[in-house]
C-alpha cells in the first residue's frame, strides 16, 4: 500500500519547474544528427514509457533560472555534437546540480531484539536446503544464475566531483553517455521525494534488497567461482546425501570447467608482453546466456565490449585450486601479472584513471581491469579493496606452486599488498562505504575471513616470509571490532547474517558472537519466492554508469550455506 501511496503522489504532483523531459526531448528525442548512441540510449533507457510516467512530473525550480538551464542544455548538445567532446566542460553542470541533492546511506535501526539460540539441527536443515537449491537451479538451467538490476537513484557516495573523475577516467564514449545521462536524471529524481521513495523504497539492513521489476539473468565465471566454493563447502561439511555427493562433485567440474575453457582468454602481461591466460567476467555469446533483449540492452549501456578483470581471474583461480584441478593454467605464476598490474609509488598511477575512493591510498593495491588482446580498456581503471583481498587469497593458495617465497620480486609484490591492506585496517577505512568500488564494508570483512583462512592454510615459515610484521593479525582484531560492535549490533538482513557469520566464524571469533547472526538465518529462512529459501539481495554493485546492483535468491542461498558450514565446523571444534 506504502508503494501504490508513493507512486500516486509521483504520478500526481505538481511541476515545480521544468522536468528532464523538457530538458532533454527537445535535442534528444527521436531521429536526428550526432552521436546516435546518446540518442539511443536516451530513448529506451531514459524517455521509455515505463520510467516516463514516473519522472514526468519531477520538475525542479532550480531549472527555472534560465542560466543552470541553458548550461545544462549545451552541456547535452556538446555531448551530442563534438567528435571529441570536452567532458570535464560538459560534466561541470551536471556535477553542479548533482550536488544541490546529497545523499546519505541508509541509517540502521537498532537491533529488534535480543537473539535466539537456534537448534543445531536448523541449521542443519537450512544449509541443506540453501544446497538443494543450488543443486536444483543447476539441474533445471544448466547454469546456476544471478542478476543485474538498476537503482537510478545512484550510490550516496557518487557526488559531483565523481561524475567528472567518471567521464574523463572512462574510455568507451558510449559509457560516458550513459554515466551523463544517469546522472543528470538522478538529480530530478532525488529532487522529488515521491518519485524517490518508487525508486528506492526503504529496506533493513546494509545490503539492498533487489526489487527492481527488471532484472537481468546472466552468468558469469565470477559467480562460477563463488558458486563452486558453496559448493565445496557443502561437500566437506558430512550434510550431503551420497546422491548431492555425485551431483556437487559434477556441478563443481561444470562450474569449474567454465571459468577455465569458456571463459579463458589470452592476453600480454603490462611488464614484458608475457603471454598470460586470464578469466573474463562476461564470455562471448551464447556463454553469458543473456537473452537477445537483454544484449541489446547490454550493449545500450556501454557493455558492448567487456575486458577481463583481475578478480574474476583470482577467484576461477582459487576454486579450480581448492577443487584439485590440474589444467596447466594454474601453473602461470599469476603473481607477474598481477604485479604488472600494481601501484607503486612511481609506476601504474596513470593507469588509475578511475579513483572514486580517493580517500584511500592505493600503493599496493591491484587494478580492476586488464587489457585485452586488442589493448581495449572501456571502463577506464579502478581499485577496490576486496578485490585485492581475492588476489591474494589466490596467492596464498598458490604458494608454493608459484614459488612466490623463493622469488624476491614476487615476494615483494605480495608484501606490497598486505601492507595496502593494513593501511585500510589501521585507519578503519574499510569500515567506509566510500572506500569500496564494487562492494559492501561487510563483503569485505568476510572476504578478508576467506583469505585470512588461505594464509592459515600455509607452514610457518611461509607465513612468517609473507607477513613477518603481523599484519593479519592487526586486520583480523580491527575486522571482528567491526563485526561484533557495529555490523550485529543494528537492524541486518539475512544477507548481512551471512556475510557477518562468515568473517566470526574464519577469523576466530568465540561462538558465542554467532548468536546475532543464526538467529537472524533462521528468522529470515522461508522468506524466499518460487521455493527458493531466501530473497535477493545486493551483492556486488557498480557505482557507473548509475548504481547497478548485482545477487540473486541463489547467491543468498550460497551465502547462507557456506557461513552456516563454517560456523558449524568453529561451534564443533570449540
Known sequence: MQFLSHAYRALTAAKTGPTLYDLCDPILRGPGGGDAHLRKFYNRAIANPLLRPLMA?????????DAQFGALRNAILAARDQQTPDWAAIGRPVAALLDQFPQQHPRRKPAAAAAKAVPADELDRIAQACARHLL??????????????????????????DLLVALQGLNARTYKNTTLLFNLARAFIAGSPATAAVINPPWSGLAEPMWAPVQIRHRSAYYDAFFAEALMDFLGSSLATPDETNTARRTVERLIGFCLHESRETVPSLRDGTSFDVITALAPAPHARFSRFFSQIKSDLGFATYVPDCDTTACSFSAASQFGSHDPILDQPLIDFYASYQIGRESNRERLTVPLNDNIEFEGGILTWIENAAGDRPYGNDLDPTLCLDVLEVCFRNCARWRIVETPQRLAAVRGMIHFQRRLAKTGAFTDPRSHIYYLPELYCAYFGRCHAALAALPRAQREAIDPNGSFELIRRRVLAYVCDDLVTAEINAFDAALALLALAKLGAEPGAFAPALSCIARSFGEGRWGAPFKTYEWNKMKTPTRILVGGPEVTSAFVLSALVHARQAMKTN
Not at 512530473?57 to 533560472?65: F, H, N, S, V, Y
Not at 536444483?136 to 566531483?161: E, Q, V
Open 136 to 161: 536444483r537451479t543447476h539441474s533445471k538451467r544448466g547454469f546456476i544464475p544471478a542478476y543485474a538490476a538498476f537503482n537510478l537513484i545512484g550510490d550516496p557516495d557518487f557526488h559531483g566531483r
Open 57 to 65: 512530473r519531477a520538475g525542479l525550480p532550480q531549472l527555472r533560472d
